[in-house]
């Protein structure tokens, strides 16, 4: 199938979400650093008496690998992407498993703290077998300056029975990472057929040093999350994937934000800092996790051309000063979360938010309509956002009873269906074999 025809494709029937997202073990956090200001804003209100009671279970269906960051359901099959640079194949029945492809000669070396790997992969919605996008890191390649850490790749692989063909691949983007940390990772369709990809704001504290550059606001120096001339960074790309462009291959939908403004026109919304997660609900909504800094982690509803704040804002949450603008000059609002926790304690806390999805399956019916995610630490247990009508949706801890759900929510995963997936970890770095990948039911 061509450009051409799978596009048609796409415009011609209803559009499978294919991959949506996962995170990083390591011994810290996925991005979380220690600097920062305490926020102006309180946390999401924490009080939904409907799932006070609620204890969900899980089903073990795979085990035995690294660092399971993302999970991808196809075909039969579940691919599961293990952050050393390793795809696996897992009947969907059987839970056999087998090696779909095998990156780590072009992935850099990571273990213990790493924030880098094989990050994030993405299934063409025209067909199973097909074409597999992943992301992922790879030593300094050209154009990336030789004091910069490594270079940020997506490209796009053949795809059969269940295995990806290494020698298929075409690299439709490189982006040279300054610092080794803020990588995000996320690849997935959107509904509209467009190929989605998460960029973190090239890492360090405080989107500063090494690789950033000056923005509108003065208060605090940088940074990449609220550039949009200079690099991709802290955004959110949109890509068309079924045709190429004159000096690309890929191309650019024509109703990008940027598109014939200033700017680069990849981009489909910015003010991010390090965007490890994201998925859309069935009704087109886009929900994009980022990890915060030293305060806050947060969840958006995000929409072509906004701007989430970062690094004028923490969450909701002025960044290292009193004061703070609530617009950029040119009078674009900063938009604020839906979901916003403190790193200091409180009934939900946490450092790294795990993004999720909203639930849309059958076996748990009192969560139908809620958005469920994770932050990495928070011991196995997961977290329920509902919408309430107010300004930010309520939040409720909801424990994982049973044996052999991991210390450690790496990702998740929706199947077609609309049953939920989590990858965890029992490790908080790369390494072991206690990774795995489990369907959360009722207990």
Known sequence: MDYSTRRQFLRAGGVALAALAGCSGTDSSPGQQTDGTPGQQTASPTSDPSLETLELGSQLVADGFTAPVDVVPSSGRYFVVDQPGRVYAVDAESGETTTAADLTDRVVDVGGYDERGLLGMAVHPSSDDGWAFLRYSAPRRDGTPDNYSHTFVLSEFSLSGGTIDPDSERTLLEIPEPQSNHNAGAVGFGPDGYLYVAVGDGGGANDQGRG??????????????????????????????????????????????????????????????????????????????????????????????????????????????????????????????????????????????????????????????????????????????????GERWSVTTVPVVGDGFGSNVLSFGRTSSGELLVCTTNRQGIGGSSGAVHRLRTA
Do not use: M
């Open 212 to 389: 950033h550059v000056a923005d509108w606001y003065d208060a605090v120096d940088g940074g990449n999350g609220q550039d949009v001339t200079e690099n991709l960074l802290g955004s959110i790309l949109r890509l068309d994937v079924d045709r190429t462009g004159e000096d690309r291959p890929y191309g650019i939908p024509a109703d990008n934000p940027l598109v014939g403004k200033s700017g680069l026109d990849e981009q489909f919304a910015w003010g991010f800092r390090n965007p490890w997660r994201f998925s859309f609900g069935p009704d087109g909504r886009f929900f994009v996790a980022d990890v915060g800094q030293s305060r806050w982690e947060e969840v958006s509803i995000v929409e072509s051309g906004g701007n989430y704040g970062w690094n004028v804002r923490e969450g909701a949450n002025c960044f290292r000063v009193d004061d703070c603008p609530t617009e950029t000059p040119d009078g674009t609002t900063l938009t604020d979360p839906i979901v916003q926790y403190p790193h200091d304690g409180g009934a939900v806390s946490g450092i790294s938010v795990i993004g999720g999805y909203l639930y849309a399956g059958e076996a748990i019916p009192t969560l139908r309509d809620r958005y469920v995610f994770a932050d990495w630490q928070a011991g196995g247990d997961l977290f329920v956002a509902t919408d309430t009508g």
